[in-house]
């Protein structure tokens, strides 16, 4: 009783899982926390850039084969260190007062935002399924996301515009358990995302001004842009053996996220 009340928990709760970490036939709950770090190998700025994300995760795997999960998460996007604007004579060209509503939105702006939220179902094929004779070489995993996002920074207050946006993206992975004579094992792992998203932002079709050139009214509508992207992710979870507290976990990895590097560290426990 305790455990399925758990697990109503888990897949009510607002909070966030990444890709499941799964032993073959595990059934559980797991628990994480993560850090993106976005770091420049080989640019002219500085290695560790002003850009980030955090991620809280909580979901559910049944018997290695399905997982279910919920995500949240936080980013701030600052990739350059001077910013440029298409502007008019005598118009301001601070970062602060301008904004670049464009597919790569993350890097042409200064401290951007993202809060998301996403739902995420995943199915995972292994040796432990019948309709296998032999033992696999490697477990395959096929994963479907959806999500929404909403963005923020001091230009957007200062325009008055919201800019929020909504996504799904289809996760194919490849991992394998593999014991060690110590106390934990590992899971090597390789993730390969293909993420589509659509970002909504005011405009304004007409501006009606008097003979002194004063607005009088305008007619606002929304605009939008889809982004596509193609990620990829390699990590190499450390699980350790039951302890009175679950099996916790570390997984540092390394990523390609919107044409940048991300180095990350996942922390957690299965239950």
Known sequence: MKKILLVIIALFS?????????????????????HDQNVDFFGEGKFLRDSYENRIGFGYIYNGTLGIDLTYGYSLNNKKDEYSFNTTDGESSSEEENFNFVKNFRSENANVGDKAFSFGLTYYLNDNQSLFEDNLPINLSLGFRYGTKNYSSDALKFLNQDFYGKFYAIEFGAYKELETDANFFMIPRVKIGISNEKNIFDSIDAVNTDEGGSVLDESNDTDSFKVSSTYIEFALPFILNNTSAGQPFIEPSIANKYGTTHLGLRFGFLF
């Open 14 to 34: 607002f909070t966030s899982a990444q890709t499941h970490i799964v032993p073959e036939g595990f059934s559980g709950i797991s628990v994480s926390f993560k």
